[in-house]
């Protein structure tokens, strides 16, 4: 392994990927709780957000939060066709 693999000091693609901003095309959720812990909520308040969730759980207990994975597949399955082919053209680079 590289020195400086698996941080962001790393130069290749896929972490240089997790610099660049997201497509407008691509819809964004954010899934917030005020009782995280360990994030500050009010970061995924980002006006680049289409919509923003909140939940009650802890950090780790969005894992089994049933509200935050119906906002989910309500999020993937509101996606309109040409998002999704906009988000798959943005990743496969064309």
Known sequence: MRPGCLTLACDCSAVRALGAPLSPAV????????????SDWRYGRDPATARVVEVTASHLGL??????????????AAARPAERVAAEGQRSGR
């Open 27 to 38: 819809p964004q959720l954010a899934i917030v709780t005020r009782h995280d812990g360990l």
């Open 63 to 76: 894992v089994w939060n049933a509200t935050a994975y119906r906002a989910i597949a309500y999020h993937l």
